[in-house]
């Protein structure tokens, strides 16, 4: 039993240096995240969390381009994963939108320290989804955008699921509160049963 104790405690220590955050959840719970809208009036729901998030871009009427934004903060260096559902009811394409990814009015982008790495949606099509992946540097800013062209003619949206994302390491302290848990109570219950 001593030896069992001590190899779940080492275990659980040396498995802290690859963790991750699996959903909305700890580091990366709603709470962490910041909304912004530019020149839209798109909207984030985060009631579907820790399993999954949706966010909604604008369609305000005003007849020019405009952004909303759903970021955070890498806890860690890694790498981030998720699925995503997307869904549009604006139909304008090609060459009404030709200054943004693909032609499309109402792209899904992801979003590293400010900069749109990664247009997804990338057949223009009125319903997608996908399995994303991306590195991020602890520190770094990223996130989720939907943008629109127009803000008319409807809405783009999509739902984030399967969220996945590196997490901190334990300090060493911690590191070593567990070995030391984890002798005091395999000493424990040899003394016990002695």
Do not use: H
């Amino acid at each position: 039993m001593t030896v069992t104790t001590v190899s779940l405690t080492l275990a659980a220590a040396s498995g802290a240096s690859a963790a991750t955050v699996f959903g909305f959840q700890d580091a990366y719970d709603p709470i962490n995240w910041t909304f912004a809208n530019s020149n839209a009036d798109g909207s984030v729901n985060t009631s579907g969390a820790p399993a999954s998030i949706s966010l909604t871009g604008g369609n305000n009427g005003s007849n020019s381009s405009g952004t909303t934004d759903y970021t955070t903060t890498a806890a860690a260096a890694g790498t981030v994963t998720f699925n995503w559902n997307y869904s549009t009811v604006d139909l304008l394409v090609d060459f009404f939108c030709s200054n943004l990814p693909n032609s499309f009015c109402d792209p899904f982008i992801v979003l590293v320290n400010g900069v749109e790495t990664i247009p997804l949606n990338p057949s223009g099509g009125t319903t997608q989804s996908g399995t994303s992946t991306f590195n991020v540097l602890a520190g770094d800013s990223f996130g989720f955008r939907i943008a629109t062209a127009d803000n008319l003619f409807g809405r783009g949206s999509v739902t984030i699921s399967n969220f996945s994302a590196p997490a901190p390491v334990p300090e060493p302290s911690t590191v070593l509160s567990l070995l030391v848990l984890g002798g005091l109570g395999a000493g424990l219950k040899y003394l016990k049963r002695n």
